[in-house]
C-alpha cells in the first residue's frame, strides 16, 4: 500500500510516480532538478530553490488557481519564482501538520497541470479512460 504523505526527508520518489503515471510523459533535468514534460514542462522539482525552505514542485494550473490555493492555504501553496507570473502553482512537499502534503491533492493537482499543457487528443483519450 502507498503511503498518503510522501517521506519529508525524499519526496521525489513519490512525486516522480505521480507524474509518469500519466499518459506521454517524460523525465529530464532542466535548470538543474528532475521535471517531466508532455509536449512541454509541466512540473519541475524544486529542493529548497534559491533557499526556499521547503521542498516543493512548481507545475503549470488552470487559470486562476494559483491565487486561489496561495490565499486559501500559503502554508502549502506559494507563487514560485520565475513562471509565478504565468500562473504556476508552487506546492510545498514537506510540510507538517496540516501543511503536509496528501497524495491525492498532489495528484489532482499534477493532473491538472498535465491537462494545461498535454495535446488535446491525449487528454481526450485519458479523459475517456484509455489511461
Do not use: K, N
Not at 510522501?6 to 517524460?26: F, K, N, Q, S
Not at 500559503?74 to 506546492?91: C, D, E, Q
Not at 498535454?118 to 479523459?127: E, K, N, Q, S
Request: one cysteine or more; aromatic letters at 10%.
Amino acid at each position: 500500500m502507498t503511503a498518503r504523505r510522501p517521506d519529508p526527508a525524499d519526496p521525489l520518489p513519490w512525486l516522480r510516480e505521480i507524474c509518469l503515471g500519466l499518459p506521454g510523459v517524460t523525465e529530464r533535468v532542466s535548470h538543474g532538478s528532475p521535471s517531466w514534460f508532455v509536449r512541454a514542462m509541466f512540473v519541475s522539482y524544486a529542493p529548497h530553490h534559491h533557499g526556499h525552505p521547503h521542498l516543493a514542485f512548481w507545475c503549470a494550473a488552470p487559470p486562476g488557481v494559483q491565487e486561489e490555493l496561495v490565499a486559501e492555504d500559503p502554508a502549502r501553496f506559494f507563487r514560485p519564482a520565475y513562471v509565478g507570473h504565468r500562473g504556476w502553482l508552487g506546492v510545498v512537499l514537506d510540510g507538517t501538520g496540516d501543511a503536509a502534503a496528501d497524495r491525492d491533492e498532489v495528484t489532482e493537482i499534477v493532473t491538472d497541470a498535465w491537462r494545461c499543457v498535454a495535446p488535446a487528443g491525449l487528454r481526450a483519450g485519458f479523459d475517456a479512460g484509455a489511461h
